[in-house]
């Protein structure tokens, strides 16, 4: 690793052996998969320590955010944005299970979290050295928040030119605004303050964690709840049709393992 980056919060590697490209910029390290010329970027998280959940005066709230500290030792790569139907293809040639197919640059949707974990198989075993993953809904909600501890990485708000939902039924007393009805390619809309785009709205994302309703504070969520056994996985972030307040970052809701729907992607995790 070159010295320039080299610090305490810094990747124990970088950059790792798939990367065509790499380097920094105002959001911090990032490093770029290409296969068969389609890019990914992968932003670096650094390790560090948020308030998972929301806390009891948040607008919407449920009772399954339960508000507890999480540490993170190690940092993490994750994707800047969801899967593309583009890269889909390149793992699975011809067969697009999107119903929104107008760009190459949408998210790939209609997929359940095994058809995720498939791909994810896929793509592994195509790229010497990937080892690509979903994150656990914890990774996914410090990478959301940005250091954030409002409702929305970018405020106690959102509107329609920062995410995409259902702007009939906006967050809290705001106005309402633009309903578009369909996803957005990817990066249409701002990033967090850690580079990463539509991690609010757009498409439920797949998180690896079986669903636990409740989770005692002081207990391990930083890394993946998994087991072969259990059908309900959590989904992240909210889809395009819903509500402002499913797009909060604390929010998490459950869905069967093998549910599509045209509401469900997901994003790639690389451990640091």
């Known amino acids: 690793m070159s010295s320039p980056y080299r610090n305490h919060l810094s990747p124990p590697m970088f950059p790792l052996a798939w990367a065509s490209e790499w380097g920094e910029d105002g959001y911090g390290l990032w490093q770029t998969l290409i296969f068969n010329n389609v890019r990914q970027v992968f932003r670096w998280i650094e390790p560090g320590t948020f308030l998972m959940g929301s806390p009891e005066t948040e607008t919407g709230r449920y009772n399954y955010e339960y508000r507890q500290r999480v540490d993170f030792e190690s940092g993490f790569w994750l994707a800047d944005t969801a899967v593309t139907q583009a890269l889909w293809l390149q793992v699975h040639p011809g067969d697009n299970p999107s119903r929104h197919q107008e760009h190459r640059d949408f998210p790939v949707h209609r997929v359940s979290w095994d058809n995720a974990q498939a791909f994810i ?17 914890a990774e996914w909600e410090y990478a959301c928040r940005s250091g954030s501890d409002t409702p929305f990485n ?93 797009a909060r970052s604390a929010y998490r809701y459950h869905f069967d393992k093998s549910q599509r729907s045209e509401f469900f992607g997901f994003r790639l995790l690389v451990d640091g």
């Open 154 to 246: 970018f405020g106690e708000t959102i509107d329609s030119q920062q995410a995409n939902f259902n702007g009939d039924y906006p967050y809290a007393n705001a106005p309402k605004c633009e309903f578009r009805g369909k996803p957005v390619p990817v990066k249409s809309l701002p990033a967090n303050a850690w580079g990463l785009y539509e991690m609010h709205g757009n498409v439920w994302e797949w998180c690896q964690d079986a669903w636990r309703e409740n989770f005692s504070v002081g207990s391990s969520v930083s890394t993946p709840l998994s087991w072969e056994s259990a059908t309900e996985r959590i989904a992240r972030g909210g889809p395009w049709d819903a509500d402002a307040t499913f």
């Open 121 to 137: 198989a896929q793509l592994n075993e195509a790229i010497p050295g990937f080892q690509g993953r979903l994150p656990s809904e």
